[in-house]
């Protein structure tokens, strides 16, 4: 399942370009720094986490994987996964839960994100089975090992052992129903409201900002509050992305290791009242600027973009050659895929062309260029979007003859706000 562009033109007239050469297709590199672990594949992520971590029983496991998706900088090497709040974000068909997508395109979430991603992540790590719990506002995991279920935070850093006198690095990680009947599991590790008994706390950081915040009570409540507690009955992450993609002859991408440009990044939406409103909410507490666009707030992460062109090959006799351009975001230094451009001839119909474009970035902005040679008025070009697989279509810019030389039109604007457009 990947994010689809799919551009057409019609035309009544000869449109000329130069024709892309022939090239190999190149299939799926990938760019990772040294020690980088691979996230273009749940299972092999798993194990080089477990590698770099040195982790080999099920509870070094899944501690490792636990901490591979905390999202503070502040507190622990930063990741590859981080938070920013205000910045939760929809696709057309819901709420983006696919962990190939999160991971490798998006590249940050929530709670709601940060509960199914280690839910797949253990899964695919090898454990028996994990699952999501939704809590009073508030989504976390538990996996399976040593006979029982045992809960981790990523989103809020932290999970907490059952307070057995023993040493809490080897004591049992505690279990969503134990934490239910038992708020001194987690109560019993403060000294104080706001400072943490370190000899009954198995690892650092734990839950930083709720014990700075003297929130620890109203966490542990969340839990005990049990009749909204409420475990998800299936597999809780979605599945189908793919990071592979095929260039093309007449295709190229380029990579950016930070942003292209200031002020291009993808900016959610929703739909209130039949119109769409920026998402993201300003936070003047946490200094959650929209203008900032998706960075970390709290180190030094900061997002990265592509750019893909594509010169398509017509077959048959058309001279036409447009060139299609766009954006992505990237989490991952990974290209882009495409698929086949699709021509047909008409006769004396109108001539069109049809190019799917298949990218399993998110693709936040496109161009259509062309040659055109519009002889007489009579003779028309138009370009049109899909982003249904071509069930729809939408104009996004046409011109009439007589029209001779170069000729640029964007993707059609369904919104613009103060801080982008969709």
């Given amino acids: 399942m990947r994010n689809l562009l799919v551009c057409k033109l019609m035309i009544l007239a000869m449109l000329v370009a130069a024709a892309p050469a022939e090239a190999q297709s190149v299939l799926s590199p990938g760019v990772l720094t040294v020690g980088q ?4 594949d749940l299972g092999r992520l798993a194990r080089d986490i477990y590698r770099a971590s040195g982790a ?7 501690e490792a994987l636990w901490r591979f998706l905390l999202t503070d900088g502040r507190f622990v090497e930063p990741g590859q996964f981080y938070h920013i709040a205000g910045w939760a974000y929809e696709e057309p068909r819901g709420e983006v839960l696919d962990p190939l997508k999160l991971l490798n395109s998006y590249g940050f979430g929530l709670c709601y994100q940060d509960g199914p991603l280690l839910e797949a992540l253990f899964e695919a790590g090898g454990f028996a089975d ?9 989504t976390i995991c538990e996996v399976f090992y040593d006979g029982a279920y045992h809960m981790y935070d990523s989103d809020m850093l932290g999970f907490s052992t059952l307070n057995d006198g023993g040493d809490p690095r080897t004591s049992p990680v505690a279990s969503v129903r134990q934490l239910e009947q038992d ?9 104080a409201p706001d400072v943490i008994d370190s000899a009954k706390v198995a690892v650092f950081p734990w839950y930083p900002a709720d014990v700075r915040a003297r929130a620890m009570g109203g966490y542990a409540g969340g839990f005990s509050s049990w009749a909204d507690n409420r475990l998800y009955p299936f597999q809780r992450y979605s599945g189908g992305h793919s990071m592979d993609y095929e260039l093309r002859p007449g295709e190229k991408l380029t990579l950016f290791y930070e942003p ?10 929703k739909q209130v009242h039949g119109e769409y409103v920026e998402f993201p909410r300003e936070i003047a507490e946490y200094e959650i600027r929209t203008a900032d666009g998706p960075h970390s707030q709290k180190d030094y992460r ?4 592509g750019r893909f062109e594509y010169v398509p090959q017509l077959s048959r006799r058309e001279s036409f050659y447009p060139v299609v351009g766009g954006g992505f975001n990237q989490n991952l230094r990974l290209p882009s895929r495409s698929g086949e451009a699709l021509t047909r001839d008409r006769g004396d119909l109108p001539a069109q062309a049809v190019f799917e474009v298949a990218s399993p970035y998110v693709l936040i ?3 259509i260029s062309v040659y055109a040679q519009l002889e007489s008025a009579a003779h028309h070009l138009a370009a049109e979007v899909s982003t249904d697989r071509g069930r729809t279509w939408r104009t996004c810019g046409a011109i009439n003859g007589p029209y001779f030389g170069p000729w640029k ?6 919104a613009v706000s103060e801080h982008g457009c969709l």
């Fill in 365 to 367: 902005d496109g161009e």
């Fill in 409 to 414: 039109t964007g993707a059609d604007l369904l």
């Fill in 37 to 40: 672990p691979d996230a273009r």
């Fill in 302 to 305: 900061r997002w990265g973009t």
């Fill in 130 to 138: 994990a699952r999501s719990w939704f809590l009073t506002g508030h």
């Fill in 56 to 62: 080999v029983t099920d509870r070094q496991k899944a």
């Fill in 183 to 191: 708020e001194s599991i987690i109560l019993g590790k403060l000294k």
């Fill in 260 to 269: 292209e440009c200031e002020g291009l990044y993808y900016l959610p939406y």
